[in-house]
């Protein structure tokens, strides 16, 4: 089971609920864990027994405890944990960003399915969910054209991302005590713990973190339209505006504290302060992206044409 994605996924996000938990505190049940983490009892007693292996859980008169606090190192690395999805993702992503992708460039999908080592119908299918946004279009021959994106597009972006993101803070602040969503944002913060103290060597690490921040928020819409949306953003505010590199530990490092703001808001369950901090928090994300129009990326041509360098 340790070769599959699923399961290194739910091993990753069971040490970020251990994290806040102190020393000595009793596990859950397997079964609650299941339900926490949306998985079977057989995954979760997979998870439980390498904990245990590599000494973060002990047992003791029948009952495990925790016996240690997990470290980056226990950790598997994020690209062993993405499904086929998240995989295609970070990889496109990574084209666009190495400025390999222009605005007005055919894109075709055999050519990324052995570029990226997945299927054609991954491609197309990632590529689609793109189509209605006008950011990519298809074309009669079978393949992609990609658009750009201007800066006006981006502002129209971030005016719905407002709108979206605070009905799903508000949703989330509904949460019953026992929603799972809120264990699931206990062990982020206690993430983003992590990260500001390890801050100098890891702060390109929190691109992920913040993309998990905002994804969760958005689920909680339970509106299909909201959560398929964010997929949008993720592509133009987590990974374009990394073009940017300009003062980018001391922007994460900000970023960072308005996260843990923002998470303080929604425990509050006060629509005043998640208002607020969600305002706030967005703003910086916009002011971001937008000074990443004039970061192109290395090798990108002088003529390039605007929607590129907009980010």
Same mark, same amino acid.
């Given at each position: 089971?340790? %070769?599959? =994605? *699923?399961?290194?996924?739910?091993? &990753? ?5 251990? %994290? ?8 859950? =049940? +397997? ?10 009892? $057989? ?31 226990? /950790?598997?690395?994020?690209? !062993? ?9 970070? !990889? ?8 390999? @992708? /222009?605005?007005? !460039? ?5 050519? @990324?399915?052995?570029?990226? &080592?997945? =299927? ?6 990632? *590529? ?7 950011? #990519? ?12 994106? $201007? ?42 713990? $992590? ?18 921040l905002h994804r969760l ?26 073009? &940017? ?6 922007? &994460?490092?900000?970023?960072?504290? +308005?996260?843990?703001?923002? #998470?303080?808001?929604?425990r509050s369950r006060d ?12 703003? $910086? ?6 000074? =990443?129009i004039d970061a192109r ?15």
């Amino acid at each position: 089971m340790r %070769g599959n =994605s *699923l399961f290194k996924r739910t091993y &990753n996000r069971s040490l970020g609920l251990v %994290g806040g938990m102190p020393l000595g505190a009793p596990m859950t =049940s +397997e079964t609650q864990l299941a339900q926490t983490l949306g998985v079977s009892r $057989t995954t979760v007693r997979a998870v439980l027994a390498l904990m245990s292996e590599a000494g973060i859980v002990t047992s003791s008169e029948g009952r495990r405890r925790l016996a240690r606090h997990p470290v980056a190192g226990d /950790r598997f690395p994020e690209p !062993q944990t993405e499904s086929a999805r998240a995989s295609v993702e970070r !990889q496109f992503m990574q084209w666009v960003l190495h400025g390999d @992708l /222009r605005p007005g !460039q055919l894109i075709h999908c055999a050519e @990324l399915a052995r570029k990226f &080592n997945t =299927s054609t119908t991954a491609i197309r299918e990632y *590529l689609t969910h793109f189509n209605h946004f006008g950011l #990519i279009e298809r074309r009669p021959n079978s393949a992609w054209v990609f658009n750009g994106i $201007t800066a006006a597009f981006a502002t129209e972006i971030y005016e719905i991302r407002e709108i979206f993101e605070l009905r799903s803070a508000h949703r989330f602040a509904s949460l019953p005590d026992d929603a799972p969503a809120w264990q699931e944002l206990a062990a982020i913060e206690q993430e983003h713990h $992590t990260l500001m103290t390890e801050i100098a060597t890891r702060y390109r690490d929190f691109s992920r973190l913040d993309e998990r921040l905002h994804r969760l928020i958005h689920e909680a819409s339970l509106n299909r339209f909201m959560r398929d949306f964010y997929d949008v953003i993720s592509m133009i505010f987590h990974y374009h505006y990394q073009w &940017n590199k300009v003062d980018e530990k001391e922007r &994460n490092t900000a970023a960072i504290h +308005e996260h843990l703001a923002y #998470i303080a808001a929604l425990r509050s369950r006060d629509v005043r302060i998640i208002d607020l901090r969600c305002r706030a928090h967005l703003r $910086t994300a916009r002011a971001t992206l937008l000074r =990443s129009i004039d970061a192109r990326p290395p090798g990108a041509d002088a003529d390039a044409n605007d929607g590129l360098r907009a980010g």
